[in-house]
Structure formats: structure tokens, C-alpha cells
């Protein structure tokens, strides 16, 4: 199956459980964290979290089933609550094509 890019919005279910998460987090290097948050089926590309209710991941993946499923494998789905958005159009800075943008309505 083909992938698709997703940005995910996450929070926490129990904010009891923020400071033992992110003392884990901050002892991995962000190699780990990003080998830790990929299978065949889903990745993760890019993580934003800032000290807002809610922090944002893109990632690549199948589905979002695929997503859900790599969250429940290192145990982050029992401590955040994660909404997946499909992405229909991707461009970034870092990788410029110099193609027209894809309309997402017509995908």
C-alpha cells in the first residue's frame, strides 16, 4: 500500500503522566526517538511540541490505522490522544520541485 503524509495533533489524556514522558524523552538522543517511532507501515518525520495542551507530528504512513498502531507498540496511545489528518499536499522548503501545487479537493 501506498503512503500518505499525515499530520497528527496529539494531547495528553492524563496530564499526571507529561513529566514521566518527557524525562524518558529527554534521555534519547532524536535518532532514537525517531527509530522508536517507525515500522514498515508508518513513521514518523517531524515533531513540534512546545508547553501548549497540544503538540503536532508528521508522519508517513499507510493509513491511519498504521499510526495508531506504532503509538500503541511503544506505549504512548494509553498517555496521549491522537487525531490523524490525512495531507493531500506536501511541499516543503527543504525539497523544492518546482511542480504546480496538488489541489487537495481534486485528490
Not at 497528527?8 to 529527554?26: A, E, L, R, Y
Not at 504512513?61 to 490522544?81: C, F, H, T, W
Request: net charge negative; glycine share 4%; proline share 3%.
Amino acid at each position: 500500500m501506498k503512503k500518505k503524509h499525515y499530520i497528527c495533533t496529539h494531547t495528553w489524556s492524563n496530564p499526571d503522566t507529561i513529566k514521566d514522558v518527557i524525562k524518558q524523552q529527554g534521555e534519547m538522543t532524536d535518532k532514537e526517538f525517531f527509530a522508536g517511532l517507525k515500522t514498515e507501515k508508518a513513521e514518523t518525520l517531524q515533531h513540534w511540541m512546545g508547553k501548549d495542551d497540544f503538540f503536532f507530528c508528521h508522519w508517513y504512513a499507510e493509513d491511519e490505522q498504521s499510526i495508531i498502531d506504532v503509538l500503541e507498540k511503544v506505549g504512548l496511545n494509553d498517555v496521549i490522544v491522537t487525531m490523524p489528518s490525512e495531507m493531500q499536499r506536501y511541499v516543503s522548503s527543504e525539497k523544492i520541485t518546482n511542480q504546480k501545487l496538488v489541489n487537495p479537493f481534486e485528490t
